[in-house]
């Protein structure tokens, strides 16, 4: 498919969203993960192309969450090798390459927006740069909220907030687990394509773990698909959508068509390789 070792495709397509990623970020190798006789992940392959997008989506209990926890080096495997930019994950957590968003965001709720974004990166012993972290509020679309405490704060904007936060990290890869899996469907809508118009303008690495599949479509450079028992990637799909994507994408034929794949290879661990 003329890919490369990432087996992501450079296309021809113009705009900002042009994709070439030539260089791995994130490269799993017989990744395998037991707890007390689960296996929560059985022999993961996969590579993920530097400032590339990707989904990882299957049913409940099939290891995504584990697979995330080990790319940001928070598990460890129990056979394989993850590198993340060529270092081992703890050694790149300690240098502060992810940021990670999970379902709850775990704002302090005493502190404003604005302190929230600055205190991790003071936490991570970096210095803190409050207009950075101005400016990053105004990218997620919370300018004239960074004195606001998160219980003024709707689900969807603490979200946004927490985005900021790992954003300001510096962090070169995020992490996200679930992020908007408490929010109702519209304000996901919307924050999916808040995160995408972030991505391109902040060109990060993405891995990102939903029980979604139109959200695993409309979000993603590729797709994993993922299967239980055990906990395995049954296949990577690559999405082929307009760049940059608005809401007018959700109407299309080619969304639906894709959507209905990645629910056939859920439903019926169709090949997608
Ligand atoms: N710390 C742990 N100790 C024991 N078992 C665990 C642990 N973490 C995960 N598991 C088990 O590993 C399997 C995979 O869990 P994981 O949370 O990775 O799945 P998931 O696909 O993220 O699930 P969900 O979609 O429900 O969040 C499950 O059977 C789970 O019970």
């Known amino acids: 498919m003329g890919g490369d070792?990432?087996?992501?495709?450079?296309t021809d397509e113009p705009g900002r969203e042009q994709r070439q990623y030539g260089e791995t970020a994130?490269?799993?190798?017989g990744v395998t993960v037991d707890f007390e006789g689960v296996r929560a992940l059985s022999d993961a392959d996969l590579r993920v192309g530097k400032g590339e997008f990707v989904t990882v989506i299957g049913p409940s209990g099939c290891g995504k969450t584990t697979m995330l926890r080990t790319v940001g080096?928070?598990?460890?495997p129990t056979a394989g090798t993850v590198s993340v930019g060529g270092d081992p994950p703890d050694r790149a957590r300690a240098a502060g390459e992810f940021g990670f968003v999970f379902q709850r965001h775990a704002l302090l709720p005493w502190k404003s927006a604005l302190d929230n974004v600055v205190f991790l990166r003071k936490l991570a012993g970096k210095s803190p740069d409050r207009e950075r972290?101005?400016?990053?509020?105004?990218?997620?679309?919370?300018?004239?909220?960074?004195?606001a405490r998160p219980a003024?704060?709707?689900?969807?904007?603490?979200?946004?907030?927490?985005i900021a936060r790992a954003l300001h990290l510096g962090?070169?890869?995020?992490?996200?687990?679930e992020p908007f899996g408490e929010l109702d469907e519209l304000t996901r809508e919307e924050m999916g394509?808040?995160?995408?118009?972030?991505?391109?303008?902040e060109r990060k690495t993405v891995l990102f773990v939903t029980h979604s599949v139109p959200e695993a479509v409309f979000l993603a450079d590729r797709c994993v698909v993922m299967s239980d028992h055990p906990g395995e990637i049954e296949g990577v799909f690559d999405v082929e959508l307009p760049r940059p994507r608005d809401e007018s994408v959700y109407g299309t034929t080619a969304f639906q068509e894709q959507v209905a794949r990645v629910r056939t290879a859920l439903h019926e661990g169709y090949e997608l390789r």
């Open 73 to 76: 080096g928070l598990q460890d």
């Open 133 to 147: 972290a101005r400016d990053l509020l105004e990218t997620v679309g919370l300018a004239g909220f960074a004195d």
């Open 5 to 10: 070792e990432t087996g992501a495709r450079a």
């Open 26 to 29: 994130i490269r799993l190798d």
């Open 152 to 162: 003024e704060l709707s689900g969807g904007m603490r979200q946004r907030v927490a």
């Open 171 to 177: 962090a070169s890869v995020l992490l996200m687990d």
């Open 193 to 201: 394509i808040e995160v995408r118009r972030v991505w391109r303008e």
